[in-house]
């Protein structure tokens, strides 16, 4: 059974127990949650490692890595130290969304290692096999896709980016819209190149009541991919990019029908005065189902920093209710990250998630930042340290310049403003 | 004349012209807006090599660095190094925040240097002078303020903070707030010092008249600093702060009858869900004055990380407002700034002042995003690092790994999204 056929028949899953008492929620509110379609809790039944993690309504922001090779890097060693330094550093799951060779062994390994959530994007590898056998992805047969979800499902992948919403309608619309930058969605150029060449729809939209048979059966959560994402500020919430959304909301409703669960990728690169508004009508259009977003930057000027433009996106959209993160790092629109990369996009993420719940007043959220407040107003200079998001980096900085009193900082030195006034102020 | 003598006037300075041509605004509206209060163009008749800039209403919201040795760290030319990228990366202003020795040698090479305003806290070379002379801040005398203030104005410093807000009134409710972290501000806890060992009303707030004859003489425009600004999220927009914002309204309206430019100086930390209430207050209670915002910083348990935590907040207060942000850098409650983290906060707040200025809809303000995003579909990659904030990075970014087609990157490879529809979509 699937986490949502469990709340539908009010049974309260092993794992539904250990994510209230990670999130300190009611499990019964949680599982009304699930029934509902407002939490997910990606779980693949063959995961074994995987400590669950719940996506939606009243829990924390989560925060995604993403992982993977390409043809032009293809390390299985750093990929897997990026594993480490994703669970090393709080990431709540990863995406293996490698595309060179041996994709198999590659993922076979991550989703053994991985204590948190892995997913994937099948399609890569069904295009990557078309590739190499016919030298296009145009010659890629119905039965390979849904083989290699089938197979990626059995291996134990707890969530799936389909781009089910890339359908004859919403490619017109993308003809029509005249857009600056067009696909940047990698499964949805896939799908978009396929289609025109076979002159056919999309087999992941025509034959999705068969995908939700094969993702049921291992509790897969399906994340419809957003093909039509916008790729920069000016084609941010377009007619194609809502048309596609209304799509992913039918779709979700036939996956609840049909006990599967179901997130929503959204945007992308989307201008600071509309994340709230995408935000909003994702929540209305999918019937308040989890929104896991890439990013959005909210600039595309500045290649190198896109970890920062995506944080700031990222927490306005937490705060406004995006449930789960999609990381960004400095290396975006230029390479293929690095593990330094990762590191500092990740802590970008889970800055702007951790911002993004002050402000839609998770439980307990502030907790954190007011005892960083009462041990810098203590000068205890070690558990602020110790509780900081990246304890190693603080302490780099701390150390690297020799203070006559221990007390203060080298930014005021002996001038500092807590350290003066403390006297005044300690009863 | 100051600039506001000029506006009241309805003459046009040279100022004016240059900042409307920069800005791409009237020059007559320009001058409506200095004469309102609600534009500055900070601009010390002595500070022979400035590049005026207007801050305020309608123009591109600016970013300042701060400068400046410790007693800790006491280095010229890391610091005029410091100016250097500040200049080269796109800095609108820089505080010269020195509390070393040789405190005037140190602003006079900053001032000759700086094309663009300098501003600095006069408050602490009197507070050095006076620990240095006596051991303590509390035996500083009034003429010694003062005599600070005038040689500085006289040197060419176009803006100066000064913590007039900061009097018995506001010094009561900090100590009735209880909060957790009290004062941070560093001429604020001078001040409170000062006025509590000496039981006397903070003198910038008693002869604040006699400060405005000093700045009007050399033009320069008063940036009233915010002595009780939140240091945590847990005392953002608490009766101290706010109350202090009130009397700062009442002294920007006495510096407007008298001829002098004001900016407000604005928090530090606050919830994200708190900052658009904290810009609109202060439009309300100080009649439109510029805001020169100090962050905010969106959560308190990133130190190493602040430059993120402030883009978040800095962007936006600009798209709600803000006129003026201040950079953090990743040092920030840590160590004194090194030259990398002035490059690395300065680029954070260079972002969150542009993607504010989208929300805010400043003209031409996605011209570049929309140029980045043709270069991107043309794969023009000379012209994307061009355009970039910081093209140094950009470029190593993309230079670091070996490709086999010149036109992608390494994330995807021959996969590149943009390159497999490109074909169905141009005609």
Known sequence: ???????????????????????????????????SGTVVIPANINHKSLHPKGIGKG????????????????????????????????????????????????????????????GTVPIYQAAVKSVKDYGFIGKMSRALLFEVIEEQCEEGVDFITVHCGVNQSSVERLKNQKRLTNVVSRGG???????????????????????????????????????????????????????????????????WESGVQVMIEGPGHVPIDQIEMNIKLEKSLCNGAPFYVLGPLVTDIAPGYDHITSAIGGAIAAWHGADFLCYVTPAEHLRLPDENDVKEGLIASKIAAHSGDIGKRIKGAKDKDNMMANFRRDFDWENQINISLDPHKAREYRDSISLNDKEVCSMCGEYCAVKKVKKFFSE
Chains 1, 2 share one sequence.
């Open 59 to 118: 829990l924390t922001t989560k925060v995604n890595v993403n992982l993977g090779t390409s043809k032009d890097r293809e390390d299985f060693d750093l990929e897997l130290r990026k594993l480490d330094i994703s669970i090393k550093y709080g990431a709540d799951a990863v995406m293996d969304l490698s595309t060179g060779d041996n994709l198999n062994s590659i993922r076979k390994i991550i989703i053994d290692k991985s204590t948190i959530p892995v």
């Open 1 to 35: 059974m699937t986490q949502l056929e469990y709340a539908k028949k009010d049974q309260i899953s092993n794992q539904m127990v250990i994510v209230s008492e990670d999130e300190r929620v009611d499990v019964q509110v949680l599982k009304e949650d699930i029934k």
């Open 189 to 255: 150029s896939f799908l978009v190149e396929w289609m025109i060449y076979n002159n056919k729809e999309n087999p992941l939209y025509e034959y999705y009541d068969d995908l939700l048979k094969i993702v049921k059966k291992n509790d897969v959560t399906l994340s419809l991919g957003d093909g039509m994402r916008p790729g920069c500020l000016a084609d941010a919430t377009d007619r194609s990019q809502i048309h596609e959304l209304i799509t992913l909301g039918e779709l979700t409703k036939r996956a």
